[in-house]
């Protein structure tokens, strides 16, 4: 079952305004990651957050966890038009755990 | 560096055909190994997962099979497609040490 879900399902903003997205998930986790997928490609992993962490940067990435709500927030500062893509929140339930269950993503557009 | 490749990139099949996409990983030795499915503006599915040669799990009952006959060679089949396998299918790896996914362009499956 998809355990995280990504809000809002889609996201229009300007150039150089800040985006934010934000996901759920429903059992305890091991990690959180966030990943981006340019349409009809791969996904590429951006950030990964330790359920002991609450804050996490690379970059114009800014990832926050928060596990008593079991929630997490992606934001992109200064957005790009080649920001563009959707995002995706994964979580990982065990340390041994194979299983990365992903939600249905945020798709982002940045208007130039 | 470590790549990943996943063929072909489009495919267009008959109903009740065969099915044998291939994935394969340079750079790295003994990866975890998986399959995704993503349909169209959903999340990710796992479909297979990989730790070793010849070990292979399956998380979603159907017609599809998945082996591993090398240590970075990933294949998915089926003898049979249904109309319901049309979609979007990922290869990637991950260290053995859970660290995040990499993943392959992807097959655009269509099953008509």
């Known amino acids: 079952s998809q355990q995280g879900e990504e809000d809002p399902q889609a996201l229009s903003i300007q150039e150089g305004e800040n985006a934010t997205m934000n996901c759920s998930y429903k059992?305890?986790?091991?990690?959180l990651q966030w990943y981006r997928q340019n349409s009809g490609r791969g996904l590429v992993h951006l950030i990964l957050i330790r359920s002991n962490e609450r804050e996490k940067h690379s970059g114009r990435l800014r990832v926050t966890l928060d596990t008593s709500k079991k929630s997490s927030s992606l934001l992109i500062t200064a957005s790009r038009a080649a920001d563009t893509a959707s995002y995706f929140c994964?979580?990982?339930?065990?340390?041994?755990?194979?299983?990365?269950?992903f939600g249905k993503g945020t798709k982002l557009s940045v208007i130039p | 560096s470590q790549t990943i490749h996943q063929w072909p990139a489009t495919l267009v099949q008959p109903v009740g055909s065969p099915l044998s996409l291939e994935c394969t990983v340079e750079?790295?030795?003994?990866?975890?190994l998986y399959w995704y499915r993503q349909a169209a503006g959903r999340g990710l599915q796992l479909l297979f997962y990989?730790?070793?040669?010849?070990?292979i799990s399956s998380e979603v009952p159907q017609n599809l099979s998945a082996s591993r006959p090398q240590d970075r060679q990933f294949i998915l089949s089926s003898k049979k497609l249904l109309l319901s396998d049309s979609g979007f299918y990922l290869c990637a790896w991950s260290g053995q040490d859970n660290s995040p996914l990499h993943f392959g362009n992807g097959t655009r499956l269509t099953v008509t």
């Open positions: 994964a979580s990982r339930s065990g340390a041994g755990s194979y299983q990365l269950t």
């Open positions: 750079g790295t030795s003994n990866p975890n």
């Open positions: 059992t305890s986790i091991n990690n």
């Open positions: 990989s730790v070793g040669i010849g070990q």
